[in-house]
């Protein structure tokens, strides 16, 4: 089974929708992350969460909330979806502390097109 | 404040050549960095990384990396190009001691032909 996963792995939606992408891990990290992907952008990080009560704007925060139900779960909502949104969504999760070098595990991506 | 940048968006080679991906950085405390593969239609997964031991760090599929902190670049190689690393490829950095955020560069598209 996979460590990190993500659902819907693909979603279409009119502008002006609320949408929700999920993210569950098994890893048991505290850290998790939303990142979008844009061709010749790379990965650009929405907002992350070092635990449960601790959720931070990353560099594209606008239009975009999350929620961090639990160490193991972490959602993304596009309140007011619109065109400009449409892109490759991925969840990341890391450990933390003292030793750590901080590496990522990400998981399938979600697909979406806002119409 | 840190950055990557990756030379090249798109690089060609045919099969069995040498595989060369430019990575070059930008950081202000001793960096931890990162190489990720993302195939078609895949996430991304971790091709090696270096978090300051060895400068030559060898990672999954016959690829390596060196730290080079005089050039503050960490190019990403692999001697014999196969058909089936044809993918993108993301250099990323993040600051030592736990701190986590990673950057990332543009990626580079890996083409292999015949």
């Known amino acids: 089974d996979a460590d990190v996963t993500q659902t819907p792995r693909n979603r279409i939606t009119k502008t002006g929708k609320r949408i929700m992408l999920e993210c569950s891990q098994t890893k048991g990290h505290d850290r998790m992350y939303w990142y979008r992907q844009d061709p010749g952008l790379g990965l650009r990080l929405i907002y992350y969460s070092f635990d449960v009560k601790d959720i931070n704007k990353g560099e594209i925060s606008d239009g975009y909330s999350v929620s961090r139900q639990a160490q193991a779960k972490f959602s993304l909502s596009l309140e007011s979806a619109i065109p400009n949104q449409t892109a490759l969504y991925f969840c990341a999760t890391s450990d933390f502390g003292q030793g750590s070098s901080g590496t990522q595990y990400f998981g399938p991506g979600t697909r979406l097109l806002v119409l | 404040a840190q950055s990557v940048t990756q030379l090249g968006s798109h690089v060609s080679v045919s099969e069995g050549a040498l595989v060369l991906l430019r990575c070059n950085y930008s950081s202000s405390v001793p960096p931890y960095l990162f190489w990720y593969v993302q195939y078609p239609n895949q996430g991304l997964q971790l091709l090696l990384k270096?978090?300051?031991?060895?400068?030559l760090v060898k990672g999954i599929n016959g690829f390596e990396a060196e730290f080079k902190k005089s050039e503050t670049s960490f190019h990403l190689t692999k001697p014999s190009a196969h058909m089936s690393d044809a993918a993108e490829y993301f250099c990323?950095?993040?600051?030592?001691?736990?701190?986590?955020?990673?950057?990332f560069g543009a990626g580079t598209r890996l083409a292999v032909h015949p």
């Open positions: 990323a950095v993040s600051l030592s001691g736990g701190y986590n955020k990673l950057i």
């Open positions: 270096y978090t300051s031991a060895a400068t």
